[in-house]
């Protein structure tokens, strides 16, 4: 098993979903993003259901806001939750809603709001295969992303320098 790379399962079960039917709930990003999205797969995708749309506020949601949207989503019957929000807080909302948002799917996909709407661009094909989207979306956006990879980067380049000097392996195992 390879990466599953947000925008790409975003596309690829957009398309799938024209001919079955299903309906999509964009749920995240900026004010404006979520219905930037809907009309750029709905363009890319003629058919496309996209039955709702959500920008939370940055902040957490009050008890009311947080009943308000999973009224909203439930009522628009999605098949398919897109959750557009920052690593860790989209896994921390989905953790929360499954079994109270009643769509059977709630699939993170992070910046993928941002790059299928065209807001901002994504890294080129090898540094996503090499690993290195990070760089060039810190590259891209200092200002917001130092603070995230302060800690993760220099963990990671550690823990490569192990591998390949020889001193540790990690071995991938089948779950």
């Given at each position: 098993?390879?990466?599953?790379?947000?925008?790409?399962?975003?596309?690829?079960?957009?398309?799938?979903?024209?001919s079955?039917?299903?309906?999509?709930?964009?749920?995240g990003?900026?004010?404006?993003?979520?219905?930037?999205?809907?009309?750029?797969?709905?363009?890319?995708?003629?058919?496309?259901?996209?039955?709702?749309?959500?920008?939370p506020?940055?902040?957490?949601?009050?008890?009311?806001?947080?009943?308000?949207?999973?009224?909203?989503?439930?009522?628009?019957?999605?098949?398919?939750?897109?959750?557009?929000?920052?690593?860790?807080?989209?896994?921390?909302?989905?953790?929360?809603?499954?079994?109270r948002?009643?769509?059977?799917?709630?699939?993170g996909?992070?910046?993928?709001?941002?790059?299928?709407?065209?807001?901002k661009?994504?890294?080129?094909?090898?540094?996503?295969?090499?690993?290195?989207?990070?760089?060039?979306?810190?590259?891209?956006?200092?200002?917001?992303?130092?603070?995230?990879?302060?800690?993760?980067?220099?963990?990671?380049?550690?823990?490569?320098?192990?591998?390949?000097?020889?001193?540790?392996r990690?071995?991938l195992?089948?779950?």
């Open positions: 098993m390879e990466r599953v790379y947000g925008p790409d399962l975003m596309l690829a079960l957009c398309q799938w979903s024209v079955r039917g299903y309906r999509h709930f964009l749920y990003g900026e004010v404006g993003v979520p219905e930037q999205l809907a009309a750029a797969l709905q363009r890319r995708f003629p058919g496309l259901r996209v039955v709702g749309t959500w920008s506020p940055f902040q957490p949601l009050t008890v009311e806001q947080d009943e308000q949207i999973v009224a909203a989503i439930n009522a628009a019957g999605p098949d398919i939750v897109w959750v557009g929000l920052s690593t860790p807080r989209q896994e921390r909302w989905m953790a929360a809603h499954v079994g948002v009643a769509a059977p799917l709630l699939i996909v992070g910046a993928a709001f941002d790059f299928l709407a065209g807001r661009r994504q890294a080129p094909r090898w540094m996503q295969r090499s690993g290195l989207e990070w760089l060039f979306r810190l590259a891209s956006e200092p200002r917001r992303l130092w603070r995230r990879y302060l800690a993760s980067v220099p963990a990671f380049l550690f823990l490569s320098a192990l591998q390949a000097s020889g001193l540790r990690y071995e195992t089948e779950g």
